[in-house]
Nanobody, 126 residues
Framework: QVQLVESGGGLVQAGDSLRLSCAAS????????IGWFRQAPGKGREFVAT????????RYGDSVKGRFTISRDNANNTAYLQMNSLKPEDTAVYYC???????????????????WGQGTQVTVSS
């Protein structure tokens, strides 16, 4: 069992930055990719970013490219999402997820992730 706990959300103004953390426990953290997704009120879950098990490959959703950066610290079993130049449309609950199903690539589909955190709220005011 993989347990994931997100932190770092909050209320910020447009243009500000936030860094989300995803602390993992359970089977070897270095054996699976980590993804970040978000869900705004009344909308479906949206892919934000993913990082391979060793951090060598990253992928981003079109709406966050150039503003968000995903990273991981395998020594501390933690993944991060650095969010810069935040916009009101970034307001959502952000979830981190682990894929023990597809470990050799960087999946972008939420169905390819089998463990999820509880989410952390990010609110960006205009």
């Amino acid at each position: 069992q993989v347990q994931l706990v997100e932190s770092g959300g909050g209320l910020v103004q447009a243009g500000d930055s936030l860094r989300l953390s995803c602390a993992a426990s359970g089977p070897t953290f270095t054996s699976y990719p980590i993804g970040w997704f978000r869900q705004a009120p009344g909308k479906g879950r949206e892919f934000v970013a993913t990082i391979s098990w060793n951090g060598g490959i990253t992928r981003y959703g079109d709406s966050v490219k150039g503003r968000f950066t995903i990273s991981r610290d395998n020594a501390n079993n933690t993944a991060y999402l650095q969010m810069n130049s935040l916009k009101p449309e970034d307001t959502a609950v952000y979830y981190c997820a682990a894929s023990t199903i597809i470990t050799t690539t960087t999946p972008t589909n939420e169905d390819e992730y089998d463990y999820w955190g509880q989410g952390t709220q990010v609110t960006v005011s205009s």
